[in-house]
């Protein structure tokens, strides 16, 4: 199982940018999706979280200004960010817990994460 987080950039104060999350390979279901951000020096931050059903939870920073949502068909997250400000600048990385169908036929869950797009907000 692979994830592929991509949509990062550099945009103006203000600014929106789409983050896309990509799950694939060997996938029974998926549970929660997440995204993180991290900068450099500091601990990563877990921006949102989407359950399988659709239920969000935003960190209180971004509330109001990041849209989390997912298309369960493409085994797809996004992330759509509007009004961007500096302090939104970080590497943004995503997770997914995944069932996989292990070599016996069993379920197996795991926590997969993908490796993170670099958005800048700056002028």
């Known amino acids: 199982v692979q994830l592929q987080a991509s949509g990062g950039g550099l945009v103006q104060p203000g600014g929106s940018l789409r983050l896309s999350c990509v799950v694939s390979g060997n996938i029974f279901r998926i549970d929660d999706m997440a995204w993180h951000r991290q900068v450099p020096g500091k601990q990563r931050e877990l921006v949102a979280v989407?359950?399988?059903?659709?239920?969000?939870n935003y960190t209180d920073s971004v509330k109001g200004r990041f849209t989390v949502s997912r298309d369960n068909a493409k085994n797809t997250m996004y992330l759509q960010m509007n009004s961007l400000k500096p302090e939104d600048t970080a590497v943004y990385s995503c997770?997914?817990?995944?069932?996989?169908?292990?070599?016996?036929?069993?379920?197996?869950?795991?926590?997969?994460w993908g490796r993170g797009t670099q958005v800048t907000v700056s002028s």
């Open positions: 989407i359950t399988s059903g659709g239920t969000s």
């Open positions: 997770n997914a817990d995944v069932f996989v169908t292990t070599w016996n036929g069993k379920l197996a869950q795991y926590d997969y």
